[in-house]
């Protein structure tokens, strides 16, 4: 292991209170811990974005399927980006609310791309995105 | 076996020379066995359709997107089964056609009205409707 | 319009006193206009067979997943028939019987066969097949 | 806005090195900014396994079929949970590779529980379990 440095952080109490409250119920020693581990967990996601070979990804939505043209644009969209999408798994909440996990297996670049793209359509009220490996490089 | 008995059908000789060399190539020896197999088959839906106790079904659709609302209706509809529904698996096969897949859970009757509620929607280019079991009454 | 033609068909009575009465209940006003439906039902699910160009397929199975090893060989037979799977959705109907509809594109002889060998492994309690156009030759 | 406040943040020059140049590329001005983002998403994620009400949630694994029993096991620990399991859906990434999207719907609680054991299973290469809401509180 290298060299340990050591630099400041500044933020409202407020957060740095409800911070350290889930930091100490998940049982971590310190903050230094807990956001070493959070960069990791960054630095893994920011691999898989720019990560040569196939990817898989999952991108979930929650919506109101009677907002007018929701539906029709997401299927239109989703279609638009047919060669990068497997399937999409539509659940019936209730008389509005949708939730759909569409699936993803293409080049990192371009699912992130698409995935963003039917994500930031307006009147969705909840979208995340997920990169899964397909397994083929993993032991 | 009880009491066998016979009776005339007529129809049209090109449908008939049609079911002659189909039913040749699949190895049956008359045409009565085959009419019977046939007859056994609708008997089975048939029966399904009346029966008592929980029952699964998928109805599978095909259709063109961007045909007006057509998407927006088929949601709407399914939403408005919702307790039949489990849910719906969309393929986006070109840019313009879809194959959707929705699983129900329920009653057989109810189950059936709903799906033929679905499959009846203008613009739908193909549909089938499936009854299965829930396997709880099978060995 | 051609010729019509007529024929004898012989059957058990109890088979053809429950047809009598499926075909009132569901309207037809004679036992030959029934068989020509069943016939001509059959003749498109054997044209489908051997088409030629992409279709889908679905194939629906109930099955009690603690049988020995039935889960594991039909994962593996769908592995082994990747290229013409798009995906199989899994129902957790109760504690041991499950519902998976696996969907298929490509070949119809192909995808015909493929699902011939996942309905035919023991221990599977229902299954049934059903081909699917993928719209592109409709209008 | 309440009192700011400034606290110290060890960690190894690498690490350090490499969320430098992540959060220079997403456009960060300083690390408490970037720093504060990814507490706030963790809050986020910390408030849905303890938050009231009905909840949805996915699950991703990735796995190797081939393995000693683990699609057995990973169906037995689904069906187990069957009453907070929508369905779970296969894709075939290869001979040995599979990913499985199982969606949840029930309290934060019991579906985060569950979740856990299914990706706990040994073998699993990848898994990753996401909170979504049913869009019920959201307007």
């Given at each position: 292991?290298?060299?340990?440095?050591?630099?400041?952080?500044?933020?409202?109490?407020?957060?740095?209170?409800?911070?350290?409250?889930?930091?100490?119920?998940?049982?971590?020693?310190?903050?230094?811990?807990?956001?070493?581990?959070?960069?990791?967990?960054?630095?893994?996601?920011?691999?898989?974005?720019?990560?040569?070979?196939?990817?898989?990804?999952?991108?979930?939505v929650v919506?109101?399927?009677?907002?007018?043209?929701?539906?029709?644009?997401?299927?239109?969209?989703?279609?638009?980006?047919?060669?990068?999408?497997?399937?999409?798994l539509h659940?019936?909440?209730?008389?509005?609310?949708?939730?759909?996990?569409?699936?993803?297996?293409?080049?990192?670049?371009?699912?992130?791309?698409?995935?963003?793209?039917?994500?930031?359509?307006?009147?969705?009220?909840?979208?995340?995105?997920?990169?899964?490996?397909?397994?083929?490089?993993?032991?």
């Amino acid at each position: 292991m290298g060299e340990t440095v050591r630099f400041g952080v500044s933020m409202d109490r407020e957060l740095l209170d409800l911070f350290d409250s889930i930091i100490s119920s998940k049982g971590y020693s310190s903050r230094s811990e807990a956001i070493r581990d959070l960069i990791r967990g960054m630095i893994v996601e920011e691999r898989w974005k720019t990560r040569e070979g196939e990817m898989m990804g999952v991108l979930i939505v929650v919506y109101d399927h009677t907002q007018r043209e929701l539906c029709s644009r997401l299927t239109r969209e989703q279609h638009h980006h047919g060669d990068l999408i497997l399937c999409t798994l539509h659940f019936h909440i209730d008389e509005m609310n949708c939730m759909e996990t569409t699936v993803f297996r293409g080049r990192a670049e371009e699912i992130k791309k698409a995935a963003d793209e039917l994500s930031s359509l307006r009147g969705i009220k909840y979208s995340k995105f997920i990169f899964a490996t397909t397994g083929k490089d993993l032991p």
